[in-house]
């Protein structure tokens, strides 16, 4: 089956700790993107990456890093810097389509716990 | 700053009826326009694009768009308490892979 796959599904993170949150998609789409959703919030970009090896900082960046060695994986790192990490993380892919429109399409959602 | 605005309800609506989600939008460079539904602790599910002005119609969902007015709808026919949920809103400006997300309205039918 195709789709966008996210793990864990529950994470607990662990104060000064770095944790890891993956994103793997089998839909050959060229955009993925990580998104922050708090109670009540819509959704918030962290960053997008566009092709393999690049990718861009969205509107609360700060406290996360990425990476995109492989068209099919973007994991994303919530580092100890992050003082208020708890939230729902929606991990998203899009492919173009007819130039005007970039599809997305979400993957199951990692919450994230401060312990 | 782009921005997307929805109520955030809840709209309350009786299983049978028509159900209206509306949706304001303030850059005038948007093409195109997208509805998600979220069920509580679920990831957004894709369930209409729009990018033309007018109609476009998918089973019991309608979504209609006016870029001069520049808001864009949803209503959802014969409503069934499954489609209780919150419905995001998001608007993309041509050629960028970003779209900007309202913060959603609550749906609410009840039987």
């Known amino acids: 089956d195709g789709g966008i796959t996210q793990s864990p599904k529950y994470l607990f993170r662990k104060e000064g700790q770095n944790v890891t949150l993956s994103c793997e998609q089998n839909l050959n789409h060229d955009a993925m993107y990580w998104y922050r959703q708090d109670p009540g919030q819509g959704l918030r970009l962290i960053y997008y990456s566009q092709i393999v090896n690049d990718f861009q900082k969205g509107d609360i960046a700060e406290g996360y890093s990425v990476s995109r060695e492989k068209k099919e994986s973007f994991p994303l790192t919530v580092t100890s810097a992050q003082k208020n990490p708890t939230a729902f993380y929606l991990c998203?892919?899009?492919?173009?389509?007819?130039?005007?429109?970039?599809?997305?399409?979400f993957g199951a959602g990692t919450r994230l716990s401060v312990l | 700053q782009k921005e997307v605005e929805q109520n955030s309800g809840p709209l309350s609506v009786p299983e049978g009826a028509i159900a209206s989600l509306n949706c304001t939008y303030s850059?005038?460079?948007?093409?195109?326009f997208f509805w998600y539904r979220q069920y509580s602790g679920k990831s957004p599910e894709l369930i209409m694009f729009i990018y033309s002005n007018g109609d476009k119609e998918d089973g019991r969902f309608t979504a209609q768009l006016n870029k001069a007015s520049q808001y864009v709808s949803l209503l959802i026919r014969d409503s069934q308490p499954s489609d209780s949920a919150t419905y995001l809103c998001a608007v993309k400006e041509g050629g960028s892979y970003i779209p900007t997300f309202g913060r959603g309205t609550s749906l609410i039918v009840h039987p």
């Open positions: 998203a892919s899009s492919i173009e389509v007819t130039g005007m429109m970039a599809i997305q399409y």
């Open positions: 850059d005038r460079g948007s093409q195109s």
